[in-house]
């Protein structure tokens, strides 16, 4: 299997260095000084006490014309999936299957309108992992959950064979039989978590100890799961009240990376996390007070 891997940044870096143990026949593509870097040094992972090294990476700072992949993992930020999304239309020839790991709802709305359903699969990441002062890849704690699956929800076996040659290196990539309802429940949390810390510019646990904003966070929390139900999204307990749950063990130090990317004054992926609650609530005649004060607060700095 030839699989092209998109992004060597956080999330990116992790799961790139992991399929290196795998037979599949690895490409990696990313631009500027991440390229020269390693195409130089090689990818470095430190894990669970673990340093891991890969040199001699077949990595890429463009996509070739008439290439063939049998499955790309586009790790991005949203305000570069559109180019990178028309690029691998455009070049890549073959009946790929796309993973983009994404935060929020865009990426795979955008694939399902350009594509159709049966060419829409979901991708939900669970970690914390980020580039170091050395351009090694940190992960942060132990969780590092992935989630893939097809929007049609039929059964899709190559899908399900990488899943489990990953699993067989370590790699924990799941396969869901209801990708979507992932997608909207990190979602649920990441918008309002990602809109409150940037806005507040406090952490999670300053947030939630002050009964205002607290009041705040669950209340954007709501908003985006109404505007879930709205897109014909089921859950079996509201997942609001799972992550008020969640939220009580979290670090109290914990920040989004938005606010990091707020504070180093680099582009900002809120239209695609509070922005599109708020443009997709106004389509749909819901509002959505909170979300709509993160936006206009922040872009207003």
Known sequence: MK????????????LGAFLKKTDYKITFLCRGKRFFFLKKNGLTLNSQGKKTHFSNLDVRNEISTNEEYDLIINTVKLYDFDSILNQIIKKVKNNFILLPFQNGIYSEEKIKNLLGIKKTYGAVAQISSVINSKNEIDHKGKLATFFVGPYNRLKDDKLIKFCLDCQNVGLDIRYSENIEQKIWDKFIFLSAYSGLTTLTEKTIGEIFVNTILKKKFIGAMLETYK??????????????????????????????????????????????????????????????????EIVKEIESR
Do not use: Q
Not at 3 to 14: A, Q, S, T
Not at 247 to 263: A, C, G, L, R, V
Not at 267 to 287: C, H, I, P, Q, T
């Open 227 to 292: 505007l879930s139900l709205l897109f014909g999204i089921k859950f079996k307990i509201n997942p609001v009240d799972k992550w008020i749950e969640k939220i009580s063990s979290m670090p109290y130090e914990m920040t989004s990376s938005m606010f990091h990317d707020f504070k180093a004054k680099k582009k900002l992926e809120l239209k695609w996390l509070s922005g599109f609650v708020v443009s997709n609530g106004r389509e749909k005649d819901m509002e959505c007070p909170i979300h709509t």
């Open 3 to 14: 699989i092209l891997v998109i992004g060597l940044g956080g999330v990116g870096g992790y």
